[in-house]
């Protein structure tokens, strides 16, 4: 306390009256007082705070970034954005499997002391000493600026590899929230503006409850198996539906397999000692029937078919065993998929093929069998998606922020997506911290599906109970994707 005294005494006195003209004080109170007054606020003091705060000039005042740790433990980035009507944070979520050739790059410190050299200290480093400087003072409705300021000015990568997607967007992140506060919109009608839609829809959640591939040690070769709730009347039902067939899976499990059957991967998936992918699909459907939603819930698959290519071009169905006695070519996994969408609910496969396998996934895709989703294959990159329009290749695009590394980007893709009328899954990753973000971007999109994980772990839930709140928040207006409108979502434009 006594520094402080000293310190102000120190600085020179301002005379009070041109205190009072230099930052406009009278002005803004008395318009505070009037506004206050016109709309007779219940609580006339903080009718008053409210109105000043509208009146303080919308700047960035403050970027800050910090370490924090994702759903596995590894660090993570958070950037905090401040201006005078808050604080706004946001981090960057970070996936399991090596990231895809069409990816933003994912900066880590590469220190093997450190984390294993998963640290993120580079990329604080980045926040605070790069990109603050040059965005403090912006208004943080300035979204598309901002974000070209970072990836165009700072970074000029094509890939992010100097700053870094997670470093980048982070901070976008965190800028769209206050932008949203500046604009006294919540999150989600604030996204929802920015790409012109007036339609908010709440998302049919694909669960993710038996885990495969590269996400499993069991023989299980598809990477994720997932439950959507389609025949639910609204997201709080489908809620419902959702955990109750995870539920009965669980008990499923356990009886057959064994207690240490019902541990769960990063997603929340179940990792039972399978073998053979139609074990999973024929417990799935088991628990399905037993929770009553026979033809209400159905079977989506991510095949992450790109890690079972081989060196000759075929697909390796038994990669995890190194067998090599279960190579297909690209038509015979079309036939295994024929097969499998016979035999079982299935109404989407991500991934087929491999990323660069045009040709296999546009043969499939025009079958007609079920919705054909874009992962890797598209990498959420606006060229990809317009060319893989163009040719037809898929028909939905499973939307991921950290594959493109700015929310700008990620709105671009998402509207060259409704424009080919193809369905937008959002989409989650592996290492994910409770912000909720993806939530409000998947209603402000209209986006029909929404990937998030089980319905298990803190951080999978952060997203599934922000869109209970967004489906109370809109009451009567709220529009669920049930029905076929999971797939055809297209965003309603404002008049």
């Known amino acids: 306390m006594v520094g402080q005294d000293v310190r102000a005494r120190d600085l020179p006195r301002v005379p009070l009256d041109a205190y009072l003209d230099m930052h406009r004080v009278n002005q803004v109170v008395q318009r505070a007082m009037s506004e206050t007054a016109l709309a007779r606020e219940e609580i006339p003091e903080a009718g008053l705070y409210k109105h000043i705060l509208q009146a303080t000039p919308p700047v960035i005042k403050q970027l800050r970034g910090r370490v924090i740790y994702d759903c596995r433990g590894n660090p993570a980035v958070e950037a905090e954005v401040v201006t005078a009507k808050g604080k706004f944070r946001a981090s960057a979520p970070s996936g399991a499997m090596p990231p895809g050739r069409y990816e933003a790059f994912e900066l880590r410190d590469k220190v093997p002391s450190q984390f294993h050299g998963k640290g993120v200290q580079r990329a604080i480093k980045h926040i605070n000493e790069v990109i603050a400087p040059a965005i403090v003072g912006m208004n943080p409705s300035y979204q598309q600026e901002i974000d070209d300021i970072m990836t165009q000015m700072l970074d000029g990568t094509g890939n992010l590899s100097k700053l870094g997607a997670n470093t980048i967007l982070s901070v976008s992140m965190a800028v769209c929230k206050a932008g949203a506060v500046e604009c006294a919109l919540p999150l989600y009608r604030y996204i929802g503006e920015m790409v012109g839609n007036s339609q908010f829809v709440l998302p049919v959640p694909a669960f993710n409850v038996i885990n495969g591939g590269l996400l499993a040690s069991n023989h299980l070769s598809v990477k994720e198996f997932l439950i959507l709730p389609v025949g639910a009347n609204s997201f709080t039902e489908a809620m419902r539906m959702g955990t109750e067939v995870y539920h009965h899976l669980k008990a499923l ?211 599934y109970n922000q869109l209970l709140r967004i489906e109370e928040d809109l009451g009567k207006a709220a529009v669920f994707a049930n029905g076929a409108n999971y797939r055809s979502m297209p965003y309603t434009k404002r008049t």
Not at 253 to 280: C, H, M, R, W
Not at 305 to 325: V, W
Not at 438 to 460: F, N, W, Y
Request: charge should be negative; hydrophobic fraction near 40%; glycine fraction near 8%.
């Open 253 to 463: 499990i356990k009886v057959k397999y064994g207690q240490d059957a019902i541990n769960v991967g990063d997603e929340g998936g179940f990792t039972p000692p399978l073998n053979d992918n139609s074990d999973a699909l024929d417990l799935i459907v088991d628990a399905i029937d037993k929770a009553g939603y026979t033809g209400k819930v159905r079977i989506s698959l991510d095949i992450a078919a790109t890690s079972m290519l081989t060196e000759d071009g075929t697909y390796d169905m038994d990669f995890k065993k190194y067998s090599g006695m279960a190579t297909r070519t690209g038509d015979e996994m079309i036939a295994l998929y024929e097969e499998y969408c016979e035999r079982y609910p299935i109404v989407s496969i991500e991934d087929p093929f491999h990323q660069d396998d045009f040709e296999n996934t546009s043969n499939f895709t025009a079958l007609g069998l079920c919705q054909v989703v874009g992962d890797e294959l598209l990498a959420s990159r606006p060229q990809r998606v317009a060319a893989a329009a163009q040719a037809k290749v898929c028909n939905a695009l499973l939307l991921k922020m950290n594959q493109v590394g700015t929310i700008s980007e990620a709105l671009q893709a998402a509207y060259l997506a409704k424009e080919a009328r193809w369905d937008i899954v959002a989409g989650h990753r592996s290492g994910e911290s409770e912000d909720p973000f993806l939530a409000d971007l998947a209603v402000g999109l209209a986006c029909g599906q929404i990937k998030a994980g089980a319905p298990c772990r803190s951080e999978r839930l952060a997203k």
